[in-house]
């Protein structure tokens, strides 16, 4: 191509934007010098860095030129995700030396090094470690290794190693260290107790969480902190490989057999600082090196004895003393650089993070049993004391036989905890020590029914919990993963209207209604008979007569002479997702509520479970679901005046819906889920969820819905374009709706195709 | 439909079956046996629920007749029905009448899977009047003392709360099962397949990290049975690794991450 056509290839690669024409010239010039194969292998990643920055776009296609000659094809894809992730980090600044020094910036070290990175493998990484550690983890990617108890902090990149098998283990030492430092209460120590001779008291653990914690304190009352920290930092590591040298053997042989391949990284000089003496100790205690310096052999034995994170801390005083007196400034040896650091104010904080999420569900959760107007399971005789004044509103009972829970109100009714909260309860119980009666009295306080006793404290935690925040990930297929806890999800009323919208449409579509009446009874017959059965309920007469014909014939008879009821119970929840954005605003006020109004009364008709909610919002801050209809509220009067108040509203960002309405269907129970979605365009938000991006994300939540054995159908009534909609939905997955009159009842004839 | 007639003597659990306790279920089944009352195992699949119906039967001495439940069984599987052989029609016992008339004890496994207008018939046998009405022969049977109702269902992948009437539900004494702990696991993966201690308490380790991915996409790990199973393997002179390949990763999941991190567990473990 020359320059001409490269040219024009660019503005429609980066349409409808307008870039400068002599910017892009310049951009430009070093490209319509090369092959075509060339040419477009770098023109290819045109839209996928262009909307993430323009000048980093431009800057690639100006420099990457010299790039291509040194990268195979396949290195193209890391590349460019390296790129954009150090564009994320650092900015044009960060990313420049990626393009214009490819060689030393991205293939030295993937190539001479058998790099490994862990974007490859953090996926099933964090999968092990769940395993590991019996419940979920996550793991990411940051400096030094680290963890906060949920995630584990991995750096990006492993290159030490001269190979990539090495390299690669390194990733799982660390990941299992991390993990034992959670469970083996490394991130718990609680040194002031300690000193103090006691056992650990309950209140230091319930205060607020008062800066510096307890051990950082304790690590500056030495003159070198970071020395005694790492002291600490060596001692909890001992304690995590002799867990994995018994209980890991696979790992604890890899190990073992690449142990002179990480012996050859950490090298020992002759000189005796403190670091030198860690760093010694540390690798002896990672790879199983012999220690030789006497300091060292100490540290390791001193490390052999500690069984507790109480006993690491104490220990910490006497490796001090050991070590410090080789008076010279403390640098942290490369060894425990590569074991990372003790991250003990980010752990504190997931775990307070963690407990305030609890009690946020456990209150929210509590207040909705209580609010029920369930007939109270049984009523519990002098348990406590019948004078409800002086009884606290709300009792968690312990467990009973078979381990079931029950919360007891003052007027001594008794309330069975569904497993999930049960589980929720013993959580909090296992966390506090015991269940705070403040968490009662606001759950009592919440659910009103005059049981009193809010003392105040909850209503915040109530109140936040109401609307229900939600954090989903999301998918960023440039750099083909997931953005964690990227959108937030909130589910919001909509206030009936009282109007005559719903009675109008009834009567103006009173005919196709009775019509779709009588399609959809015969849907809810859901018998029918099939004859010729080799067994069945009944004789199946003709054939019993023609067998009898047979045998007279002197012909063998058949033997499938019964008539067998096949019954198909529908057993069909759907959720019906609406696009509630600007959009719609033209249409959204007639047809589509006329869509809704008459696929409502089909829904009614078959008696299948259905719940109708709207979604729009603006950014990934602020993703928005109107509860229109919840599965399982009935088709109400109330309802119906929420169908008549629906409006257009703001953006289109339609993963997080799915993905919403998919973690909704979870909780249901039925043969059949039936995610139908109704939209005007293409999925939109304000910031970058526009155009590709939009489409791949909401593509994947479709998919991810699909993966949880949902059924997923999109019905659009797109004016401009609908190429796309094979591509997001699936061939076959959708329809689309050209003449918008005929909406209503090309909706109602698709539930009725899809489900019958 | 060949429905294999067995003669009900076959039933009989004359060997006794291997049964490690888990806790007091014994004493439990034991005791609803004698006071005529139904039971109901719960617990994840491959943990011992019918392993520990044939122990009871075995101690019971009484024919044990199990029904696998699934979406297509009907009534008449399980009462009976009538059958034309030649130009004749004569009536067939299903295993749930069998089981009744031998006084034996009938076992419905995963009975969730069963469509509830087929379960109904249980339910006058559930309760105190024991009784069995099978409706193509006008006839009322009653169940002798010697007869037992046990039911099963797995409620991780399905609730059956729902699905078992509450009413119905009360009506059973409930055994929990879920998987032993390692030590115990560990007794009877040795037990089951002949091989060594230490082997089988890495088996076990492994079996307890694939349940840890319950919230990652992994909703049942390793049952006991497939620990077995991949002891069994090994002891055929499998290599491990590639036994706990065959035996455990590839049967649990399609997912290529979860393939691959229960690759690496293999890898840890061993
Ligand atoms: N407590 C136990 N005692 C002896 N064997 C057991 C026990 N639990 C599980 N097993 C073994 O596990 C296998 C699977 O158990 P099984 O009873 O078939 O599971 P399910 O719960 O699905 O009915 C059994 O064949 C047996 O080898
Ligand atoms: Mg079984």
């Known amino acids: 191509m020359n320059h001409q056509q490269c040219r024009e290839v660019f503005y429609r690669l980066v349409s409808p934007s307008l870039p400068n024409e002599w910017e892009v010239d310049d951009a430009l010039l070093p490209l319509s010098q090369l092959h075509q194969q060339q040419q477009e292998m770098l023109l290819a990643q045109v839209p996928v860095i262009w909307p993430i920055s323009h000048s980093l776009c431009l800057y690639f296609i100006e420099y990457g030129v010299g790039a291509l000659t040194l990268l195979k094809p396949h290195h193209l894809a890391p590349w460019v995700r390296a790129i954009l992730g150090a564009y994320e980090i650092g900015g044009l600044h960060g990313a420049r030396p990626l393009i214009s020094d490819v060689r030393r910036t991205f293939l030295e070290p993937l190539e001479a090094d058998g790099e490994v990175s862990l974007a490859d493998i953090s996926s099933h990484l964090s999968l092990f470690v769940s395993g590991v550690a019996g419940h979920s983890m996550q793991v990411a990617g940051d400096l030094l290794a680290h963890t906060d108890t949920t995630t584990i902090f991995l750096p990006e990149r492993m290159n030490q190693f001269s190979t990539r098998p090495v390299n690669r283990l390194a990733y799982t ?285 909850g209503e915040d935690g109530a109140t936040s919990e109401r609307d229900n925040v939600l954090v989903l990930d999301e998918w960023d297929y440039r750099r083909s993963g997931y953005r964690l806890n990227w959108c937030q999800v909130r589910e919001k009323p909509v206030e009936s209207i009282r109007s005559n919208f719903v009675a109008a449409v009834l009567a103006r579509r009173q005919a196709m209604i009775l019509n779709l009446r009588r399609q959809f009874e015969q849907l809810r017959t859901d018998q029918r008979f099939s004859g010729r059965q080799s067994d069945g309920v009944d004789l199946d007469l003709d054939a019993v007569v023609e067998a009898r014909c047979d045998f007279r014939a002197g012909i063998s008879p058949s033997e499938n002479l019964f008539v067998r009821l096949l019954r198909n119970d529908r057993d069909i929840a759907t959720i019906v997702l609406v696009d509630m954005s600007s959009s719609t605003e033209g249409w959204i006020g007639t047809v589509l509520k006329e869509a809704l109004v008459v696929l409502g009364e089909a829904f009614d008709t078959v008696g299948d479970q259905f719940g109708i909610y709207g979604f729009s919002g603006m950014r990934r801050s602020r993703c928005e679901i109107f509860t229109i209809k919840r599965l399982t509220e009935s088709y109400s009067e109330e309802v119906r005046e929420r169908l008549g108040a629906i409006s257009a509203r703001e953006y289109t960002r339609l993963g997080p819906a799915v993905r919403w309405a998919a973690r909704l269907m979870k909780t249901v129970e039925a043969r059949t889920r039936l995610l139908l979605i109704l939209t005007d365009g293409k999925p939109e938000d304000y910031d970058d969820y526009k155009g590709e991006y939009a489409i791949e994300d909401s593509r994947k939540a479709l998919q991810e819905a699909r993966g949880d054995g949902l059924h997923t159908f999109g019905i659009t009534v797109d004016q401009q374009s609908h190429d796309y909609l094979p591509h997001l939905f699936g061939e076959g997955n959708y329809i689309f709706v050209d003449d918008l009159a005929k909406l209503p009842h090309r909706l109602v004839e698709m539930y009725r195709l899809l489900t019958s | 439909m060949g429905l294999k007639q067995q003669r009900i003597e076959e039933h009989h659990i004359t060997i006794e079956p291997f049964y490690l306790p888990l806790g007091s279920e014994i004493d439990i089944g034991l005791a609803a046996y004698g006071r005529q009352l139904p039971l109901l195992l719960k617990g994840p699949t491959g943990c011992g629920k019918t392993r520990f119906m044939h122990y009871l039967a075995w101690r019971l001495k009484r024919p044990l007749i199990t029904v696998s439940c699934h979406d297509d069984l009907s009534t008449s599987d399980l009462v009976g029905r009538y059958l034309i052989k030649g130009s004749d029609t004569i009536w067939a016992d299903g295993p749930l009448t069998r089981a009744v008339r031998a006084g034996g004890i009938c076992y419905l496994d995963e009975i969730v899977e069963a469509r509830k207008d087929t379960t109904v018939v249980i339910h006058p046998l559930g309760d105190d009047r024991r009784e069995l009405p099978i409706d193509k022969r006008g006839e009322i049977l009653r169940a002798p003392a010697e007869f037992m109702l046990a039911v099963s269902y797995n409620p991780g992948y399905q609730s059956v709360l729902k699905d078992l009437k509450p009413s119905t539900r009360q009506r059973f004494v ?34 307890a990290m694939t349940r840890g991915l319950k919230e990652s996409g992994l909703p049942e790990g390793a049952s006991t049975r497939l620990l077995i199973q991949t002891a069994l393997l090994v002891q055929n002179g499998i290599e491990i690794k590639k036994a706990c390949n065959a035996g455990i990763v590839q049967s649990l999941s399609d997912d290529s991450d979860i393939i691959e991190a229960l690759g690496e567990m293999v890898e840890a473990v061993f």
């Open chain 1, 173 to 457: 030492l660390l990941v299992v260290l991390h993990q034992r430092f959670c469970a083996q209460g490394t991130l718990d120590a609680q040194p002031d107790s300690i000193a103090a001779g006691g056992a650990e008291s309950d209140s230091s653990r319930s205060k607020e969480i008062v800066e510096p914690l307890p051990v950082i304190r304790f690590f500056n009352s030495f003159s070198h902190p970071v020395l005694a920290a790492d002291l600490y930092l060596l001692f909890e590591t001992a304690r995590a490989m002799r867990w994995i040298h018994h209980e890991l053997v696979g790992l604890s042989r890899q190990l073992a057999e690449r142990s002179h391949e990480f012996m050859a990284h950490f090298s020992h000089t002759t000189m005796h600082t403190p670091a030198t003496l860690l760093g010694e100790a540390a690798t002896a205690i990672l790879f199983g090196h012999q220690p030789v310096t006497q300091g060292a052999i100490h540290l390791c034995r001193m490390a052999a004895t500690n069984h507790s994170a109480a006993d690491s801390i104490t220990a910490v005083a006497d490796g001090y003393r050991l070590v410090a007196d080789l008076s010279a400034p403390y640098e942290r040896p490369f060894v425990l650089a590569f074991v990372g650091e003790l991250a003990f104010a980010k752990a504190a904080g997931e775990r307070e993070r963690q407990r305030l999420q609890r009690r946020h569900r456990f209150i929210s959760e509590l207040a909705g049993l209580l609010a029920r107007q369930i007939e109270p399971e049984e009523k519990m005789e002098g348990v406590r004391g019948r004078d409800a004044s002086a009884a606290p509103p709300l009792v968690l009972l312990p467990a009973d036989k078979e381990g079931k829970r029950r919360v007891l109100s003052s007027d001594n009714e008794s309330r069975l905890l569904p497993e999930e909260l049960a589980r929720l309860a013993a959580a909090i119980e296992a966390d506090l020590g015991s269940m705070p009666e403040s968490y009662l009295s606001a759950a009592a306080g919440l659910a009103g029914g005059g049981i009193s006793g809010d003392n105040g404290q």
């Open chain 2, 174 to 207: 409930s055994l929990n099962f879920s998987y032993p702990d390692p030590e115990r696991e560990a007794l009877i993966v040795v037990r089951e397949s002949g091989i060594d201690e230490g082997f089988a308490n890495r088996l076990v380790k492994l079996g």
